[in-house]
């Protein structure tokens, strides 16, 4: 019997990426939907994540969380979705998962919070330097791109996707032609669907 896999989320959160991850992989899964505040904070669930977010997924024995990290298990344990290049054709695969999650991400952060690095010195503490540096380096990576990291959608265009449509729709990422052209297909897919009405099911749930 495969070993079960569960999705803690929230459908209003990050979460949303790991989920559709999981449609893309097309896999049996089940989701436990963690309500904002003392649903993430019981001990039960601080067992899965001591950090008390979400996402986290738990696969037979193997418990993982944060997003970039979930996205790269996912699609090493289940190979033929073809969600990751071959393995000495992951450079780019490799280097854009993780500036979203260690640059793009904190870049956003801080900015929402009113705060950017605007010297040079404290650029360059940062690993992302500034805002406009992060986001920049992001719209030269996309620009006339269907595909990031390779010939295919993989792992990593759903996670640059996802960010990059979060920003734009609350505003923390301007909307630039080339962020829209390369979000917009991404979006469309199938399984990018099939997460939507499945989100806006849990959500009218939780109303």
Same mark, same amino acid.
């Given at each position: 019997?495969?070993?079960?896999?569960?999705?803690?989320?929230?459908?209003?959160?990050?979460?949303?990426?790991?989920?559709?991850?999981?449609?893309?992989?097309? &896999?049996?899964?089940?989701?436990?939907? *963690? /309500?904002? =505040?003392?649903?993430?904070? %019981? !001990? +039960?669930?601080?067992?899965?994540?001591?950090?008390?977010?979400?996402?986290?997924?738990?696969?037979?024995?193997?418990?993982?969380?944060?997003?970039?990290?979930?996205?790269?298990?996912?699609?090493?344990?289940?190979?033929?979705?073809?969600?990751?290049?071959?393995?000495?054709?992951?450079?780019?695969?490799?280097?854009?998962?993780?500036?979203?999650?260690?640059? &793009?991400?904190?870049?956003?952060?801080? *900015? /929402?919070? =009113?705060?950017?690095?605007? %010297? !040079? +010195?404290?650029?360059?503490?940062?690993?992302?330097?500034?805002?406009?540096?992060?986001?920049?380096?992001?719209?030269?990576?996309?620009?006339?791109?269907?595909?990031?990291?390779?010939?295919?959608?993989?792992?990593?265009?759903?996670?640059?996707?996802?960010?990059?449509?979060?920003?734009?729709?609350?505003?923390?990422?301007?909307?630039?032609?080339?962020?829209?052209?390369?979000?917009?297909?991404?979006?469309?897919?199938?399984?990018?669907?099939?997460?939507?009405?499945?989100?806006?099911?849990?959500?009218?749930?939780?109303?």
């Amino acid at each position: 019997m495969a070993e079960e896999l569960v999705l803690f989320t929230n459908p209003q959160s990050r979460g949303v990426m790991a989920h559709w991850m999981l449609e893309e992989i097309g &896999c049996p899964y089940r989701v436990e939907v *963690k /309500a904002f =505040g003392r649903e993430m904070r %019981t !001990p +039960e669930y601080l067992a899965i994540n001591p950090m008390g977010k979400v996402p986290a997924i738990q696969h037979g024995k193997s418990v993982v969380t944060e997003t970039g990290a979930i996205l790269c298990y996912l699609a090493d344990i289940f190979p033929e979705a073809k969600l990751a290049p071959p393995p000495d054709e992951r450079g780019s695969y490799y280097r854009w998962l993780f500036f979203v999650a260690g640059c &793009c991400e904190p870049a956003m952060g801080n *900015k /929402a919070a =009113g705060w950017n690095p605007d %010297t !040079p +010195e404290l650029q360059g503490r940062f690993g992302y330097g500034s805002y406009e540096l992060t986001i920049d380096t992001v719209a030269k990576a996309v620009e006339g791109r269907r595909y990031i990291a390779a010939d295919h959608f993989t792992a990593a265009d759903l996670y640059m996707a996802s960010f990059l449509n979060f920003g734009m729709m609350f505003g923390t990422v301007e909307k630039r032609p080339a962020f829209e052209a390369y979000v917009r297909p991404h979006l469309e897919r199938p399984a990018a669907k099939r997460m939507q009405e499945q989100a806006a099911k849990l959500i009218a749930k939780q109303a």
